[in-house]
């Protein structure tokens, strides 16, 4: 079946440097996506989310970029900090689903060097 | 957690024995939604209910049960039918376009 996925587990940055991480999604029927941050222990929040006639959006330090070409997602988050060291989830909601039936990616742990 | 509050942070069940995770919302939205997480693994949809009065199964329903009695109000039921309930419980509303807010979650293990 068609589902989301992440090309990297883990990602180790330094502080101070800029952060990527990858989504692919296989489904040409999503029209929403969501970038998630889960601290250990704790639900998701919310970063950002961008729809798909958009290629690019811009929050506070984060960028979400799609390319409905190769069906790839990223999130980059600039100049990151100790407190970004989170696991990261990317999530698509499928075009005539269900509104809020996200199908989320396994995550992306991201872990900042002092 | 900004309106959703999941309770216990903790909990532990016996080998046959059902238990209840509390889901409360002071948000006001209508759709309500559990999903379990297991380590290093993305959420599953267990139920989800858009109304009051109303649920639906999600990917993986079977030995859960839900009741949507109040708007505020969305308990998970593990029964002692799913045999692999330990994992990270989470709720979530729906809130905007098709983006969840969640609770902080419930992690449940087995004696």
């Known amino acids: 079946g068609e589902s989301v996925g992440l090309h990297l587990p883990t990602l180790s940055v330094q502080e101070g440097d800029n952060s990527i991480i990858n989504c692919a999604y296989s489904?040409?029927?999503?029209?929403?996506f969501i970038w998630y941050k889960q601290e250990s222990g704790k639900g998701p929040q919310f970063i950002i989310d961008?729809?798909?006639?958009?290629d690019k959006r811009q929050g506070q330090r984060v960028t979400v970029l799609l390319n409905k070409t190769v069906k790839h997602l990223s999130l980059q988050i600039a100049a990151t900090q100790p407190g970004d060291s989170a696991v990261y989830f990317c999530?698509?909601?499928?075009?005539?689903?269900?509104?809020?039936?996200?199908?989320f990616g396994k995550g992306t742990k991201l872990s900042v060097k002092p | 957690d900004g309106g959703i509050t999941q309770s216990p942070k903790y909990l532990f069940r016996k080998e046959g024995q059902n238990v209840t995770l509390s889901c409360e919302q002071n948000?006001?939205?209508?759709?309500m939604y559990w999903y379990r997480q297991d380590p290093g693994q993305g959420l599953r949809l267990i139920y989800y209910?858009?109304?009051?009065?109303?649920?639906q199964k999600g990917d993986i329903a079977e030995g859960y049960s839900v009741s949507r009695e109040k708007k505020e109000s969305f308990p998970l039921t593990v029964t002692s039918a799913q045999k692999n309930p330990t994992a990270f419980y989470l709720c979530?509303?729906?809130?905007?376009?098709?983006?969840?807010?969640f609770g902080s979650g419930t992690q449940l293990s087995v004696l």
């Open positions: 979530a509303t729906l809130q905007g376009s098709g983006k969840l807010f």
């Open positions: 489904n040409s029927a999503s029209d929403y």
């Open positions: 999530a698509e909601n499928i075009a005539g689903g269900s509104q809020g039936n996200l199908i």
């Open positions: 961008i729809r798909s006639n958009m």
């Open positions: 209910s858009q109304i009051v009065n109303d649920f």
């Open positions: 948000l006001n939205h209508d759709a």
